[in-house]
């Protein structure tokens, strides 16, 4: 009988991060590696800085309802579509392919970045090791900054540019979907931060950019044609 070796969990999550990772389409290397440089090291494993960020979790987790670990396991399935919420249902793939295509974009531009400074940090998720800790959802892979959170805050973000009407409630949303991370326990809260700060970063550097704002003027224009968007 074949027997197969078993690789140690670093090694597997190594190799899981290099497969999740892709260069950015938009973004130079000299884009990301600035944006990332702007992350400060994570609270180190013992210390009093992350010791109060599991108490933070674990007082969550007590109050945490059936609604919210329902609102943070939505969330978790996260694309620009999920902002539908905010905008309409009108606002779906379906109906707006050139806007798929740039929240694809969109996507892909902040896991780039946030795959790399994942493994730069190489932070561990709050329950491993914190046994009081019970996550209500799988993850795997290094924890810091929260890739759900950089994504969330990027793609509100540039919403926020096609629907300045409605800006307050895309940030919000955005902020929402990185804050539910710790909600379900899988993320410290200074790992949303963090993603958050990157997600900041990549929309001005993404706006900044000729070709993907020209990109994104075509889907303001696709959004403005759309017969059943609100007028």
Do not use: C
């Not at 670093?10 to 950015?24: G, K, Q, T």
Request: hydrophobic share 45%.
């Amino acid at each position: 009988m074949r027997r197969f070796r078993i690789l140690p969990v670093a090694l597997v999550v190594l190799f899981l991060s290099a497969l999740a990772r892709a260069d950015a389409k938009f973004l130079t290397k000299d884009d990301v590696d600035a944006t990332i440089a702007l992350l400060s090291p994570p609270p180190a494993d013992g210390s009093p800085e992350q010791q109060a960020e599991i108490a933070t979790l674990l007082d969550l987790q007590k109050s945490r309802t059936p609604k919210d670990v329902a609102r943070a396991e939505k969330n978790s399935h996260l694309d620009g579509f999920l902002f539908a919420g905010v905008l309409g249902d009108w606002f779906n793939a379906k109906d707006l392919p050139l806007t798929a295509k740039l929240m694809t974009d969109v996507g892909h531009e902040a896991g780039a970045v946030d795959s790399l400074a994942k493994d730069k940090f190489q932070r561990n998720r709050p329950f491993v090791g914190e046994p009081r800790l019970h996550p209500t959802l799988q993850a795997a892979g290094y924890s810091y900054p929260s890739g759900h959170a950089t994504a969330g805050m990027t793609y509100a973000l540039i919403l926020a540019e096609m629907f300045p009407e409605h800006r307050d409630a895309l940030i919000a949303k955005g902020k929402q979907v990185g804050e539910d991370r710790e909600v379900a326990g899988v993320h410290y809260p200074s790992d949303v931060v963090g993603g958050q700060k990157i997600a900041a970063e990549i929309a001005k550097r993404l706006l900044a950019n000729t070709e993907f704002h020209a990109e994104m003027e075509k889907a303001i224009d696709e959004v403005h044609a759309d017969a059943s968007a609100p007028k």
